[in-house]
């Protein structure tokens, strides 16, 4: 079992939808990214928590840490969104980040 | 401002052969980390290197890979006698510091392919 699971694998929206990726972890973590990569193979984080909830522009990402559990929401979809999003985790004992597979949105216009 | 960069963008080699792939950090990052994309696969962690410290090797997949990080800038991670299970993409990320309260900042990538 991977200890990053993100859910769903793929997902598809039509543009203006309210859209959650979700991301579960079996392991005590320090820290969450969440990550974007475009097709082409860029990667940006998006998001960096541990607590609570934090909002950037259509993007609010929230975890909890008693449930091992965050999720992604995009509010008014649009295509440009389109894009792998990926939760990474930092376990606390050492630097290095543990990934999910990502999970594969497509907005339709 | 400059951000992470990566050389060759891509790279096709035989089986058996050495291949250097060459990562730019952001200028005054101390942190700087290696990753690797298999196809269908998540992100894997390989190498990172934080100033002059030893660097955590727990990640490379076997003694055929290697990385050095010179006058703690520039990062070269090899791969010796290639084998077509090594076909990833590479990437490099580096950060202020290294920790989890730090951005990583990615670099485009390496295609690799071995045939």
């Known amino acids: 079992k991977n200890e990053v699971e993100q859910s769903p694998q793929n997902l598809t929206a039509q543009e203006g939808e309210f859209i959650t990726i979700n991301c579960s972890y079996s392991v005590g973590i320090s820290a969450l990214h969440w990550l974007q990569q475009h097709p082409g193979g860029g990667i940006v984080s998006l998001f960096m928590?541990?607590?609570g909830k934090k909002k950037h522009g259509r993007l609010i990402a929230t975890i909890n840490i008693q449930e091992k559990h965050s999720s992604l929401h995009i509010t008014a979809s649009h295509p440009r969104d389109s894009a792998v999003y990926i939760c990474?985790?930092?376990?606390?004992?050492?630097?290095?980040?543990?990934f999910g597979k990502g999970i594969t949105l497509s907005v339709r216009p | 401002g400059a951000g992470v960069s990566q050389s060759p963008s891509n790279k096709v080699t035989e089986k058996g052969k050495d291949v250097e792939l060459r990562c730019d950090p952001i200028?005054?990052?101390?942190?700087l980390y290696w990753y690797r994309q298999s196809l269908g696969q998540g992100l894997e962690f390989l190498i990172y290197?934080?100033?002059?410290?030893?660097?955590?090797k727990s990640g490379l997949p076997s003694d055929r890979f290697s990385a050095e990080r010179t006058g703690g800038s520039v990062s070269t991670l090899t791969i010796q006698r290639t084998q077509q299970e090594d076909s990833a993409v590479y990437l490099c990320?580096?950060?202020?510091?290294?920790?989890?309260?730090?951005?990583?900042?990615f670099g485009p990538g390496t295609r690799l392919t071995v045939t």
């Open positions: 928590l541990s607590s």
């Open positions: 200028s005054g990052h101390t942190a």
């Open positions: 290197f934080q100033g002059n410290s030893a660097p955590d």
């Open positions: 990320a580096s950060s202020l510091r290294a920790g989890e309260g730090y951005e990583q900042y």
């Open positions: 990474a985790v930092y376990t606390g004992a050492n630097s290095k980040l543990t």
